[in-house]
């Protein structure tokens, strides 16, 4: 058994984990990361891409940014697709030059991942049997299995951030947490392809026959989605069909359509808004997926990750500068106002966009008179411009040394 202690305990190397560690080290406070996946699972594994000018201002100002300066696409506008029709919405003429970027997850998880090996603190990758313990004590545990040693890590504190499926949250007590969740009668069904982007910027369409978006992630390769039953099998998708059905929701009267090319990478994901509150039980804090999911059509799951960060980092920096608690104290709070105004986006991004098993008649013209209104309304194009873009952060960088 190998026992050694650290400041902070940081289970899980996703977006939340690194990025808390690298803030911790920025300001002088010592981590651990312990990971049970390997180094190229968490890299190749194919999930956000959409940055909000936050995400990117923060990875700017710690420093972790190169990668994203070279290959990020900054996109300054979003089309919204109905009716055969593509409208753009001008987020940084309606925001005061406030953009979102494109810059694949897997791009910021293996920036970061160098990052904190160039720091040389511990990152521990392929650690089995990770659990958490003594969560109402001033020094809870972390212990794992890694490459023949078992450990026992003390921690003042510990970081969850290890996911939706992770171990920490279902190790708070009964009673602890309010569970909020909401199921969706449909899932996305992604594909990774080598086609030049045929649009510049992200077209989300209402078709007929549900919803389907186009992205990309760099000069050469497109991603794209399609609404689909949440428990399709992806081998009933050939990618004949995932073609055929791509460009009939997606094709516009005026002839736009996505370049087609060889599907490199495919799979089905189920969707559900879902928050635990508070995001604490003693010493043990929820930040990111440990915490909240929400439907990607928001592009939301990351950049909250990076949200919740910056309010952590801020009260664990003033906890060993100045002995002050109340930032923890108030962690969950802070995190959730904001949390909670994104499950709201997501939720109606979602909502207005998909075709669902029971609508009406009724509600389907109503999803058009929604983003009719949307499209021709500067107001309600800078509602969803501001919060696409991503609302202010509450907590300034500053107050975390940047
Ligand atoms: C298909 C898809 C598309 C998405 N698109 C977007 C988008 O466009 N924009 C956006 O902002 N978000 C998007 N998201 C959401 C985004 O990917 C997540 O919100 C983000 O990964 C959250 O980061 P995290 O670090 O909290 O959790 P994760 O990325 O899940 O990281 C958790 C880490 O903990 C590890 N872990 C789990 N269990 C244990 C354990 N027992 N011990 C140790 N480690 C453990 C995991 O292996 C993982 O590395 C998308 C998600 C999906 C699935």
């Known amino acids: 058994m190998s026992r050694h202690a650290t400041q902070v305990g940081i289970v899980g190397a996703g977006p939340a984990g690194l990025l808390l560690g690298h803030l911790l080290h920025l300001n002088g406070i010592d981590s651990v990361i312990v990971e049970n996946r390997s180094r190229e699972y968490v890299i190749d594994r194919v999930r956000a891409g959409v940055l909000e000018q936050g995400t990117v201002d923060l990875m700017q100002a710690m420093g972790v940014d190169a990668g994203l300066q070279r290959s990020g696409l900054r996109h300054d506008g979003l089309y919204i697709s109905f009716n055969g029709r593509r409208h753009r919405i001008d987020l940084a003429g309606l925001t005061g030059g406030k953009a979102i970027t494109v810059y694949g997850q ?197 950049n909250l990750a990076a949200s919740d960060v910056l309010v952590l980092g801020r009260a664990l920096k003033a906890f060993y500068e100045r002995g002050r608690a109340d930032w923890l104290d108030e962690y969950s709070d802070v995190c959730l106002r904001r949390v909670w105004k994104a499950q709201r986006f997501s939720w109606w991004m979602t909502s207005t966009l998909h075709r669902s098993p029971d609508e009406t008649a009724f509600d389907h013209q109503r999803q058009i008179a929604d983003l009719d209104y949307l499209t021709s309304s500067h107001a309600a194009m800078t509602s969803l411009a501001e919060q696409y873009v991503g609302l202010p952060m509450e907590v300034s960088f500053e107050s975390v040394g940047l």
């Open 106 to 302: 897997n791009e910021v998880v293996r920036d970061l991942i160098d990052a904190r090996v160039g720091t040389g603190r511990p990152l521990y990758f392929d650690a089995k049997d990770v659990s958490v313990g003594d969560l109402d004590s001033t020094t809870p545990s972390v212990r794992f299995h890694h490459d023949g040693t078992d450990h026992d890590l003390r921690c003042d504190f510990i970081a969850a951030c290890d996911g939706f499926h992770g171990i920490c949250r279902p190790s708070i007590p009964d009673g602890v947490l309010t569970i909020y969740e909401r199921l969706y009668q449909f899932g996305w069904l992604g594909i990774l392809a080598e086609a030049p982007p045929s649009s510049d910027e992200l077209v989300y369409t209402l078709h007929e026959r549900g919803f389907a978006l186009f992205s990309m992630r760099s000069p050469t390769v497109t991603r794209l989605y399609l609404q689909v039953p949440p428990d399709e099998p992806i081998e009933h998708w050939s990618d004949e069909a995932i073609w055929n059905e791509m460009l009939r929701r997606m094709t516009t009267r005026d002839g736009w359509t996505p370049n087609i090319g060889r599907i490199i990478q495919k799979s089905v994901t189920p969707m559900r808004s879902f928050v635990a509150a508070p995001m604490r039980h003693g010493r043990l804090f929820l930040a990111g997926d440990a915490a909240h999911i929400v439907p990607p059509t928001g592009a939301k799951g990351l």
